[in-house]
């Protein structure tokens, strides 16, 4: 593709551009390589044109940018875009053969259940005999290829990347996160989408996108964009936003949740398995999953009318959940033989804390001591929200350090345990505050009864924590099994 071919296709406006063959496009200065354009996006806390004569040193061979007015830039034609950043993903993915059109692809968006929904969704494609893909906090597989994942929906050059490496490998299917940050910032321009999933929407990332308002929106975006023959939405009707993601739904709707299309009956949850029967527009079926909670069997109810959306059998997809494992770092246990539960969960809302309080509940008749924290240089206002759902919902709870990054560590215990005061709680009574998070681990496995429960909330399947702006190795899991090794755990 030519620039001028590209500026084309991109509706561009500024000089004529020539012959010259665009090699890649990017909005990061230091990928930029010779005969490459670089788009200067406004960032958070930056301006992509501050770095274009560094992009023009490296190679570039044009800037495209929302400034109106500008022929040249450092001696680069100046193309303008009201939206570099869409611009970006459609040049991205075209570059790429648009590989995102010889597939499948799903967005699951919403607060919590995404990457447990993207994992689901990708082992039922396969287990169902077509090559599939998952793009998400977990990582990012190609049909059976695992690449490391730096953020839960990935950058629009980064993603044309990763569905041409999908598309060369046969992928029938692509599932994928599609997170508010991703969606504000068009990084999932460029994808044709042939299905979007809602789970649910709670607080979260409000430090972003500043209230209710505009989190919702965000997340809507996905939506506003499956059109066509043959393409459809997905909707938790149990959730109060469902109307909205349902009104913004060009294409047939599918809904799960307890007066919905696809609904569970009869739920039981035991230590190891839950059960259900599914009722679907396409049959019905008894489930059996490794999976626990409630909240699981919502995000599985959404599986099913995706999967069955696109022609699956149910009795094929209710097998290929039965045999599902584990998520990782998602209500997963870590058992070295002791007489009591551990369990790590990346939970990290007020939401997300009752979902996963509440399953614990229903596995246990013992004493639960949940251990979490809130993360730094984020949202201030869901840390007492979050401690009064660990309150009123745990025995006991140690209050700790998740990722506190810039901020004071102290000070964000602090905030947390305004919420607990605010529940009635007292300190040394009913909670601790031990900065240290593998000591408060330590501290919780010591305090374990036989046939309780500890909860580690917060990090999940993170096998890091951010201090300051360091990144130091820690896995709440690893932290755990330490902990029960000193303690000389055993059986009754």
Same mark, same amino acid.
């Given at each position: 593709?030519?620039?001028?071919?590209?500026?084309?296709?991109?509706?561009?406006?500024?000089?004529?551009?020539?012959?010259?063959?665009?090699?890649?496009?990017?909005?990061?200065?230091?990928?930029?390589?010779?005969?490459?354009?670089?788009?200067?996006?406004?960032?958070?806390?930056?301006?992509?044109?501050?770095?274009?004569?560094?992009?023009?040193?490296? =190679?570039?061979?044009?800037?495209?940018?929302?400034?109106?007015?500008?022929?040249?830039?450092?001696?680069?034609?100046?193309?303008?875009?009201?939206?570099?950043?869409?611009?970006? =993903?459609?040049?991205?993915?075209?570059?790429?053969?648009?590989?995102? /059109?010889?597939?499948?692809?799903?967005?699951?968006?919403?607060?919590?259940?995404?990457?447990?929904?993207?994992?689901?969704?990708?082992?039922?494609?396969?287990?169902?005999?077509?090559?599939?893909?998952?793009?998400?906090? $977990?990582?990012?597989?190609?049909?059976?290829?695992?690449?490391?994942?730096?953020?839960?929906?990935?950058?629009?050059?980064?993603?044309?990347?990763?569905?041409?490496?999908?598309?060369?490998?046969?992928?029938?299917?692509?599932?994928?996160?599609?997170?508010?940050?991703?969606?504000?910032?068009?990084?999932?321009?460029?994808?044709?989408?042939?299905?979007?999933?809602?789970?649910?929407?709670?607080?979260?990332?409000?430090?972003?996108?500043?209230?209710?308002?505009?989190?919702?929106?965000?997340?809507?975006?996905?939506?506003?964009?499956?059109?066509?023959?043959?393409?459809?939405?997905?909707?938790?009707?149990?959730?109060?936003?469902?109307?909205?993601?349902?009104?913004?739904?060009?294409?047939?709707?599918?809904?799960?949740?307890?007066?919905?299309?696809?609904?569970?009956?009869?739920?039981?949850?035991?230590?190891?398995?839950?059960?259900?029967?599914?009722?679907?527009?396409?049959?019905?079926?008894?489930?059996?999953?490794?999976?626990?909670?409630?909240?699981?069997?919502?995000?599985?109810?959404?599986?099913?009318?995706?999967?069955?959306?696109?022609?699956?059998?149910?009795?094929?997809?209710?097998?290929?959940?039965?045999?599902?494992?584990?998520?990782?770092?998602?209500?997963?246990?870590?058992?070295?033989?002791?007489?009591?539960?551990?369990?790590?969960?990346?939970?990290?809302?007020?939401?997300?804390?009752?979902?996963?309080?509440?399953?614990?509940?229903?596995?246990?008749?013992?004493?639960?001591?949940?251990?979490? =924290?809130?993360?730094?240089?984020?949202?201030?206002?869901? /840390?007492?929200?979050?401690?009064?759902?660990?309150?009123?919902?745990?025995?006991?709870?140690?209050?700790?350090?998740?990722?506190?990054?810039?901020?004071?560590?102290?000070?964000?215990?602090?905030?947390?345990?305004?919420?607990?005061?605010?529940?009635?709680?007292?300190?040394?009574?009913?909670?601790?505050? $031990?900065?240290? /998070?593998?000591?408060?681990?330590?501290?919780?496995?010591?305090?374990?009864?036989?046939?309780?429960?500890?909860?580690?909330?917060?990090?999940?399947?993170?096998?890091?924590?951010?201090?300051?702006?360091?990144?130091?190795?820690?896995?709440?899991?690893?932290?755990?099994?330490?902990?029960?090794?000193? /303690?000389?755990?055993?059986?009754?």
């Amino acid at each position: 593709m030519t620039l001028q071919e590209l500026k084309e296709l991109l509706g561009l406006s500024g000089p004529e551009c020539g012959g010259a063959p665009v090699a890649g496009v990017t909005e990061d200065s230091r990928r930029v390589q010779a005969g490459w354009v670089f788009f200067a996006a406004p960032g958070e806390h930056v301006d992509g044109h501050d770095f274009a004569g560094a992009a023009v040193q490296a =190679g570039a061979i044009a800037i495209v940018g929302g400034r109106q007015g500008v022929e040249a830039l450092y001696g680069a034609p100046y193309l303008y875009s009201p939206q570099p950043r869409r611009a970006l =993903g459609i040049a991205a993915h075209a570059l790429a053969g648009d590989p995102s /059109r010889r597939m499948s692809v799903i967005g699951v968006t919403g607060t919590n259940g995404k990457s447990s929904s993207v994992l689901a969704l990708h082992h039922v494609f396969q287990a169902c005999g077509y090559k599939s893909a998952s793009f998400g906090t $977990l990582g990012y597989d190609i049909a059976g290829t695992l690449l490391p994942a730096p953020h839960t929906t990935p950058f629009a050059e980064d993603l044309a990347d990763l569905f041409k490496r999908a598309a060369d490998a046969g992928v029938a299917y692509a599932a994928m996160e599609a997170s508010s940050h991703a969606l504000e910032q068009e990084r999932v321009a460029g994808i044709e989408f042939d299905a979007a999933s809602f789970t649910n929407l709670t607080q979260d990332h409000l430090d972003y996108h500043k209230d209710m308002d505009a989190y919702r929106n965000a997340k809507l975006r996905l939506f506003e964009r499956i059109e066509g023959p043959g393409r459809f939405t997905v909707v938790n009707r149990d959730d109060p936003s469902a109307e909205a993601f349902i009104r913004a739904s060009h294409v047939p709707c599918h809904t799960y949740g307890a007066k919905a299309d696809c609904r569970a009956v009869g739920v039981s949850v035991s230590v190891g398995r839950t059960r259900f029967t599914v009722h679907t527009p396409w049959g019905s079926a008894p489930i059996e999953m490794r999976l626990l909670g409630r909240h699981n069997v919502s995000n599985i109810l959404g599986v099913i009318a995706v999967a069955c959306g696109f022609g699956l059998p149910l009795e094929g997809v209710a097998a290929a959940i039965g045999g599902m494992p584990c998520v990782p770092g998602r209500f997963e246990h870590v058992d070295a033989g002791q007489n009591f539960q551990v369990i790590v969960d990346y939970a990290h809302t007020e939401d997300g804390l009752r979902n996963v309080l509440r399953a614990a509940r229903e596995i246990c008749k013992g004493r639960i001591i949940t251990v979490f =924290g809130c993360g730094g240089d984020r949202d201030k206002t869901k /840390r007492p929200k979050m401690a009064m759902a660990v309150a009123e919902l745990s025995d006991f709870s140690i209050l700790t350090s998740d990722n506190p990054r810039t901020e004071e560590p102290a000070r964000i215990l602090l905030d947390i345990e305004v919420g607990m005061q605010r529940a009635g709680k007292r300190k040394t009574d009913d909670y601790l505050m $031990l900065l240290d /998070r593998a000591e408060a681990i330590e501290a919780a496995i010591g305090m374990a009864q036989p046939g309780g429960l500890i909860l580690i909330a917060g990090k999940g399947h993170e096998d890091y924590q951010i201090l300051g702006t360091q990144r130091i190795h820690f896995d709440d899991r690893e932290a755990a099994r330490a902990a029960l090794e000193r /303690r000389g755990v055993r059986r009754d």
